[in-house]
């Protein structure tokens, strides 16, 4: 596939799909891309660029790699939220030198969805849809698809506007074939269309679309203008995006390290973690100083505070979890099923403890004959657990509260502190009752 | 809305989209239930139940609320994958009565596909699929599309076959028709046709949807055959439920207890990780008290001990969290890659090691005065966060090895594995070098 025949490349690579194209196209050297940017026009590496899945750095760099005339003519054929994409990677003297270079009209639209905020429903949709005005007739409708068929995004919505521009309808390729030739469309629309705003959070638009099964969603202004649409491929980035996110604060890392990456960037990126939450522990070694006499006095009790802090910490994990999972699925989204979630951590985390403790006072009662360290162990066990796991729902409720990222409160986060809380009642509890 | 006027009823149902018109039906009453089964016909009220998001047990208990024969023509009348998503939920006894009581042919689909394992393509896949012999033209091609529109999953997608009845192609919609009329579909047709297994397990299907960008995915049999096709919105369930299930395995949950549930229902879906943990807890106090003498001689030994587990724990974390997402991205599917990775994870625990070592002795010294314990902690930390970072990756690794689901690996099982070596690290060397 590597032959200087050009002809005979270009019947191969395009027997591929794209998703094909751009792995072949990102995994050849760069001089045999040079030639691919030589074999292929703008254009047609356009749906190769944006079938890419690759690092933010890598865009950049094979943008690097074209001429600058034959990058900007691939943008402006590309689908626009692709290219805000790519543009975001892009230091400003490049966008600019780009955005000179393509025509206008796309320089505009592009200028104009940069402006969104990350994370907005703005920031992910594309302006390639197809609209028409309601006063058309079915058969207007089929030829403008097949006009916009081979650059729209997707054409099998077509979005409906009154003469003021303003959506009023939606109807689906399925729906209008079903309605047959000469209709007008106004009469076989759906006029309740569901729609988001530009600020809307991604995680809000992917939740509309799991909910409704649609496979694309118009985004409009306040003044009923429709700006782009949300396709169904740009929502699983963001469920696949949200899920990430959520799972790797749990596990305390602020961004994945891919394993392509070395030690020293995954230590980079595992570290400022690490170290915050060893200070974090230098707590929880202090407030133990505090109760060196009783530890030096009986030192059997040291023995079962890695198990108490353990246990709360994993019950604390367990409600964080179940916390942050459920104002992600808007399970929690009111103040009343807040304070309903708490009561219901609190019993679930009384019954749990009562259970843990009733064990444990019996293993180090059968194992050491202790009863009474065995009450104490399983007392502060109780209290731990329960403490730990109101703490795991708390806290995450609470940023939720003042419009914090619940799943910010990551699980060596709330360890940590649960940590701390355990061992101040087990060892309080020491001191108090046995010395 | 809740009238008895049947006609107003209706036209006021209708206007609603079928997530709206599922919403409404799960909420009202029994009673009110009772007249929708009523208002409405088997077919319309399939359209409304496949878009049901409820608890498994509900389907049941609205089944039972229909006359059987109502609730069979109903089930005949949904798409079949959704239909063997109920039927799972249903005991052997129920299920006969509804099979005998459709038409032959549904129920021989469906008792079909219940025969998929599940989590497999063919557990997830629907038989409403359109498709066409090869040697047919675009225009009969756009007629079967008009007749199949009201029932088809999607008429988004044709499926092409061969006299044999093996699937040799597929034509997006869009194709046909920029295509234009009276072409053969065979001159036309895209003949790389990507597709699965009906074995194959649902999370493959979900990659190569998301690489792909397809909006649905043939299953096939070994023949060659078409099974059934999978569509995007069911790809979005299974991501979902992965990300969920690997989500709450790193918090230590076997499964989300949602928030309607009561405290002992919660509890019981937590308390047996719980309790396990708190058994393998027992392992550390056991362990530790073999340094009871260690302890009692050097008490101020035990106030790092929550320090030196707790960060241990936190980098098997992280490591963890890592491993099992490039699992699950397949970014480490070959042997050479696992060895890379653990190589790497090997300097990364090295790195994260040496820094927090460094760090915690000048803490210790400046704060104790005590060089030779800050030392000696240091050195401790050093060597379990490198054995944990190990750990967490390794573990996951061996498991995906031997075809274990990597995500069982549990953060609380890995933290509580590294609680117990980091333990024996810095008693086993307090005591060689101390006492």
């Known amino acids: 596939i590597k032959k200087d025949d050009i002809e005979q490349f270009r019947e191969q690579f395009f027997e591929l799909h794209p998703y094909e194209q751009a792995q072949f196209y990102e995994k050849v050297t760069p001089p045999i891309r040079q ?4 074999y292929l026009s703008p254009q047609e590496l356009a749906e190769v660029f944006q079938a890419l899945e690759i690092d933010d750095d890598t865009y950049v760099e094979f943008l690097n790699e074209m001429d600058v005339s034959y990058a ?36 505009e639209e592009i200028h104009e969805l940069m402006q969104y905020a990350d ?13 028409i005005n309601e ?6 409708a089929m030829n403008i698809l097949r006009n916009e068929a081979p650059t729209a995004e997707t054409i099998y919505y077509i979005f409906i506007m009154n003469m003021k521009k303003q959506l009023v309808g939606v109807i689906s390729l399925r729906d209008l074939i079903v309605a047959g030739e000469n209709v007008l469309i106004r009469d076989v629309m759906n006029e309740r269309v569901v729609s988001v705003q530009a600020s809307d959070d991604q995680e809000e638009v992917a939740q509309i679309m799991r909910d ?54 995954a230590a980079k990126k595992r570290l400022p973690w690490l170290v915050m939450l060893l200070f974090l522990g230098m707590l929880t070694a202090s407030l133990m100083a ?51 979630l708490l009561l219901r951590e609190l019993s679930t985390g009384a019954i749990m403890g009562l259970l843990c403790a009733l064990v444990v006072t019996g293993i180090v009662y059968f194992w050491k004959g202790e009863l009474i360290i ?9 209290c731990s657990i329960i403490v730990a796991t109101l703490a795991g729902s708390l806290i ?31 060892l309080g509890l020491a001191t108090a009752f046995i010395l």
Do not use: W
Not at 78 to 93: I, Y
């Open 290 to 340: 505090q109760f060196e006499d009783t530890l030096d006095a009986v030192a059997i009790l040291a023995i079962f505070i890695p198990l108490i802090s353990g246990t709360s910490g994993n019950s604390g994990t367990q409600a964080l979890a179940v916390a942050v999972r459920g104002l992600a699925t808007k399970d929690a989204s009111n103040d009343e099923s807040k304070m309903r």
């Open 119 to 131: 994370y907005t429903a703005g920031a992910i949709m594309t302006t390639e849809y197809v609209s």
């Open 212 to 265: 409704y099964n649609f496979l694309a969603l118009p985004v409009i202004d306040e003044h009923k203008t429709l700006l782009g649409i949300i396709t169904v491929d740009d929502i699983i980035d963001v469920i696949d995006e949200e899920a990430e996110d959520d799972y790797s604060k749990l596990a305390g890392i602020s961004n994945f390290d891919n394993f392509e990456q070395g030690p020293f960037a």
């Open 35 to 38: 030639k691919i940017y030589y």
């Open 396 to 426: 995450p409720l609470m940023m939720d509260r003042i419009g914090v990222d619940p799943a910010v409160a990551s699980g060596p986060f709330i360890t940590t502190l649960n940590d701390i809380t355990s061992i101040l009642i087990y």
């Open 374 to 382: 065995g009450m104490l162990v399983g007392v502060a066990m109780c």
């Open 72 to 107: 900007a003519a691939m943008l402006s054929e590309m689908n626009t939220d692709d290219v805000v994409d790519v543009f975001h990677e892009l230091d400003d003297e490049d966008r600019t030198q780009y955005l000179t270079l393509m025509d206008d009209e796309t320089a």
């Open 135 to 140: 006063n058309s007739t079915t058969r207007m």
